[in-house]
């Protein structure tokens, strides 16, 4: 119940396109859902987080869609750059006075864009 | 500024061997996380703290002990390697649960 799955994979979109990553989850008891950002040789990095309470945050390029009743949020990334491509990770964590921010992370998506 | 840095690099562990990942921040956080990182595995919580004195098991604890005796250092201790623990490992710091986790670079070990 604490599994976050993420897909695709593996993306590949060509510059100036809109790259798509899907996450959905289980624990319905989840209730902060950001996505990190990771080049090569580098630490995982905040791009965007989500509180159920709206179905959409933008943030420049990147936009996190949320749907509760399905239990999926996605990122959008709108003009997709060679800069962009990275891996990227969902997460989840709860409220829950035992959760101290843990976070439970999807399995990340490689994310290539062409120029 | 340093952040979260992290110690060392990169390193080969022998089977059996014993060796401690080191973990400082220097943004007085008091929340800690050590994550292991495997392909196509995402992260997955090892151990984390939520404060000086207090840490606790997270998702594959099983191989590694950590402490917290100070708020900037955390470390994450492996006893009697194995090749399961091949992974690129994280430390990660935050000030509030659910606020933005800070990443440190991350150490690559091998075990053989």
């Known amino acids: 119940q604490q599994q976050v799955k993420q897909s695709p994979q593996s993306l590949i979109v060509q510059k100036g396109g809109i790259s798509i990553i899907n996450c959905a989850y289980e624990?319905?008891?989840?209730?902060?859902f950001p996505w990190y950002q990771q080049f090569p040789g580098k630490g995982p990095a905040l791009l965007i987080a989500?509180?159920?309470?709206?179905s959409e945050k933008k943030e420049g390029r990147f936009t996190i869609s949320f749907n509760k009743s399905a239990k999926q949020f996605s990122l959008h990334i709108m003009d997709s750059q060679p800069g962009d491509s990275a891996t990227y990770f969902c997460?989840?964590?709860?409220?829950?006075?035992?959760?101290?921010?843990?976070?439970?992370f999807g399995q990340g998506t490689i994310l290539t864009v062409h120029p | 500024n340093a952040g979260v840095t992290q110690t060392p690099k990169f390193h080969i562990l022998k089977i059996g061997q014993s060796m401690t990942l080191q973990c400082t921040q220097d943004?007085?956080?008091?929340?800690m996380y050590w994550y292991r990182q495997d392909p196509g595995m995402g992260l997955k919580l090892i151990y984390y703290?939520?404060?000086?004195?207090?840490?606790d098991k997270g998702e594959v604890p099983n191989g590694y002990n950590v402490s917290r005796s100070t708020t900037e250092d955390f470390p994450l201790r492996l006893e009697l390697a194995a090749p399961s623990q091949t992974s690129v490992y994280f430390c990660?710091?935050?000030?509030?649960?659910?606020?933005?986790?800070?990443f440190g670079p991350g150490t690559r070990l091998t075990v053989l």
């Open positions: 943004m007085n956080h008091n929340y």
């Open positions: 990660a710091a935050s000030g509030l649960p659910r606020n933005e986790q800070f």
């Open positions: 703290s939520v404060g000086a004195g207090i840490t």
């Open positions: 624990n319905t008891a989840f209730d902060y």
């Open positions: 989500i509180r159920p309470d709206v």
């Open positions: 997460a989840a964590s709860s409220a829950g006075g035992t959760s101290y921010g843990k976070l439970t």
